[in-house]
């Protein structure tokens, strides 16, 4: 029999042995106020509201009146008239017969996800979000991972299940490669199979959709009691946490059921007030979102020129495709010594093979930061070139 080990460390340190030397190793880098001078493409800010002095203000506002954080749980001590308040704008912007506010977007695709496919069938995309894929396996329901945006797929699991209830579970815009789900598609086939449709609209509140409303309310599908939506206010509304949208019966049951609600810490109100500026930022503005789309096609537009492998942006999200994990590192500090910060996305992120630079579009991007971006993107050319 094998001796068992004496060190409970000595798997740890072999594990991340075996990780550096696959490239693969994560590294935090504190950012400094200024952002080290980078012109910053790596963020998910993608309306430049983070640093707003009206976010700010409203920040800074809440924390001297309620405190800095909301004291307990939201079925206790941490719901507060701002969370009430959020949870109204909200709902009024997306078109949502119901609103709840989570400490964090994770959260709330956790909460939706596992709640309301418990002991069913959860369909997930491939391309889904890691929150996502916890989520699922949170369920304790049945889950079947279809191809990306295989919509034969999905109504094929459907038609097949044996289960009573079902859930449909797609990012609205991907993540990393920045394309749009085929939402009316997969709508069409939960409808037709009576499952639920959730989508998770991190990428795409703020810049998809009649004044960044969001991909589902773009194609009229706001209402309909069948699709429940996840959001964060950490990307475009440049704050903190995230919430998700749906029917009475989805926001009761979230009450009531979802662990990550009930069990987590209320979102703090400085948080809430900011993503509450931020709303009314985006029904006041409501060209920004116009903004970031055309910036993400200028930067694409960038990185075809120079014969790079990139996505065609749906929202905000650029990948440019370099391929193992060294070459995604040395792209990522190429750009940072041409005054640009990149995104790195490496494996378990990315399928083995596709590892990338993720760039991120902003609205607020100046003539001078896309000088800046060329002249990077030439450098990243430059390297593939004589790799």
């Not at 049945?142 to 295989?150: A, E, F, I, N």
């Not at 990307?235 to 979802?258: C, F, H, M, R």
């Amino acid at each position: 029999m094998e001796a068992i080990p004496t060190d409970p460390l000595a798997r740890l340190r072999a594990a991340t042995a075996s990780r550096s030397a696959a490239g693969l190793r994560r590294t935090l880098r504190p950012r400094t106020p200024d952002d080290d001078g980078l012109v910053d493409l790596a963020s998910n800010d993608y309306l430049g509201l983070a640093r707003d002095p009206r976010l700010a203000a409203a920040a800074a506002a809440a924390a001297v009146e309620w405190g800095t954080g909301s004291t307990g749980s939201r079925l206790v001590t941490g719901s507060t008239q701002l969370h009430a308040a959020l949870e109204d704008r909200l709902r009024e912007f997306t078109g949502a017969a119901g609103a709840l506010v989570f400490s964090s977007g994770y959260l709330a695709n956790l909460a939706a996800v596992a709640a309301l496919g418990r002991g069913g069938l959860v369909v997930s995309d491939a391309g889904n979000h890691a929150s996502i894929v916890d989520a699922c396996r949170l369920s304790r329901g049945r889950v079947v991972v279809t191809p990306h945006k295989d919509v034969e797929a999905v109504e094929k699991i459907l038609a097949d299940r044996h289960e009573d209830h079902a859930v449909v579970v797609t990012d609205a815009v991907f993540s990393v490669d920045g394309d749009l789900a085929p939402l009316a598609d997969l709508h069409a086939a939960a409808v037709r199979h009576g499952a639920l449709l959730v989508v998770d609209e991190a990428h795409s509140l703020g810049v998809i959709g009649k004044g960044g409303r969001g991909a589902v309310h773009a194609l009229g599908l706001a209402a309909d009691p069948s699709i429940v939506r996840s959001v964060t206010l950490s990307k475009s509304l440049g704050s903190q946490g995230g919430a998700v949208l749906g029917a009475p019966e989805v926001i009761e049951t979230l009450v009531d059921t979802g662990r990550s609600f009930i069990f987590d810490t209320g979102l703090a109100p400085a948080c809430v007030a900011a993503a509450l500026a931020a709303v009314d930022i985006l029904q006041i503005q409501p060209e920004l979102p116009g903004y970031v789309r055309a910036r993400a096609h200028e930067v694409a537009a960038m990185a075809r020129d120079l014969g790079l492998e990139t996505n065609d942006p749906a929202g905000a999200v650029v990948s440019i495709v370099l391929g193992a994990p060294e070459a995604a590192l040395r792209g990522a500090a190429v750009c940072a010594d041409n005054g640009v910060r990149a995104g790195c996305f490496r494996p378990p992120s990315v399928p083995v093979g596709r590892s990338c630079l993720r760039l991120t579009a902003r609205a607020n991007l100046s003539s001078d930061d896309l000088v800046a971006i060329r002249r990077a993107l030439t450098a990243v050319a430059e390297m593939k070139v004589n790799a």
